[in-house]
C-alpha cells in the first residue's frame, strides 16, 4: 500500500528557510502530480504548490510565490518544498498529496478537496518565530 511521509518541518526565524521533503513508499511518485498544502489551526486547508507529472509544470499560491520552490528526486522518489524568507504567516502543519493533477486557476495552485488525491501525507508542522 501507497504510503507519503513528509519530514523537515521545525522552528525557524522570521527570514529563515526550511526545506520539506515528501517521500513515497509502495508507489512511484513520478507517476502522479505531488501537491503541498498547509493548515494552520482554526483556518482551511489552503494549496502551497504542485509539481504535475514528469515535471511538465510547477505551480504555486499567491502566498509562495517567489520564495517557494517545489522539485523532484526520482531516484529517491521523493519531492521537495524549499521555503525561504519565511513570514509570520507561514506556521502551519504542511502536507503532500499525491493526484492525477495540479488544480490551477490563472497560474495559482488551488486546494480543491482531499478526495481528488489519492495518497495524503501524516504532515510536518512549521513554526516562525523570534
Known amino acids: 500500500q501507497g504510503q507519503l511521509v513528509e519530514s523537515g518541518g521545525g522552528l525557524v526565524q522570521p527570514g529563515g528557510s526550511l526545506r520539506l521533503s515528501c517521500a513515497a513508499s509502495?508507489?512511484?511518485?513520478?507517476?502522479?502530480?505531488i501537491g503541498w498544502f498547509r493548515q494552520a489551526p482554526g483556518k482551511e486547508r489552503e494549496g502551497v504548490s504542485c509539481i504535475s507529472r514528469k515535471e511538465a509544470g510547477t505551480y504555486y499560491a499567491g502566498s509562495g510565490k517567489g520564495r517557494f520552490t517545489i522539485s523532484r528526486d526520482n531516484a529517491k522518489n521523493t519531492v521537495y518544498l524549499q521555503m525561504n524568507s519565511l513570514k509570520p504567516e507561514d506556521p502551519a502543519d504542511y502536507y503532500c498529496?499525491?493526484?492525477?493533477?495540479?488544480?490551477?486557476?490563472?497560474?495559482?495552485?488551488?486546494?480543491?478537496?482531499?478526495?481528488?488525491?489519492?495518497?495524503w501525507g501524516q504532515g510536518t508542522q512549521v513554526t516562525v518565530s523570534s
Open positions: 509502495g508507489f512511484t511518485l513520478d507517476y502522479y502530480a
Open positions: 498529496a499525491a493526484g492525477t493533477g495540479c488544480h490551477v486557476i490563472d497560474t495559482i495552485f488551488l486546494f480543491t478537496t482531499t478526495s481528488d488525491y489519492a495518497y
